[in-house]
């Protein structure tokens, strides 16, 4: 099993940045993937970024030269850093674990981030 606690979020001005934190506990051998989510209102959960267990970054379109996830070298914690935040990143900001075996997933309870203009 897997558990996924966040941190960080908060309200910030436009221009101005926070850092996402996920503290990942449990079989993180398992773990393949670890990404981050957002949701905002109206609107479906998307992927913002994830990270391979070897390494790997993805980032969307819409974040990229603005977010940049990465991990400690224990993988028990996955930070999003996000610089340069716009009110459309105002979102619930999720953690998500990909696991080698079922579940195969696993949510953090998510984090609030507003954007003010």
Known sequence: QVQLVESGGGLVQAGGSL???CAVSG????????????QAPGKQRESVAR???RGNTYH????????TISRN?????????????KPED???YYCKA???IAPYYYWG??????VSS
């Open 19 to 21: 850092r996402l934190s």
């Open 27 to 38: 079989s993180i051998f398992r773990i393949n993937v670890m990404g981050w989510y957002r």
């Open 51 to 53: 990270i391979t267990s």
């Open 60 to 67: 969307a379109d819409s974040v990229k030269g603005r977010f």
């Open 73 to 85: 070298n224990a993988k028990t914690t996955v930070y999003l850093q996000m610089n340069s935040l």
């Open 90 to 92: 105002t979102a619930v």
């Open 98 to 100: 990909e696991t080698s």
């Open 109 to 114: 309870q998510g984090t609030q981030v507003t």
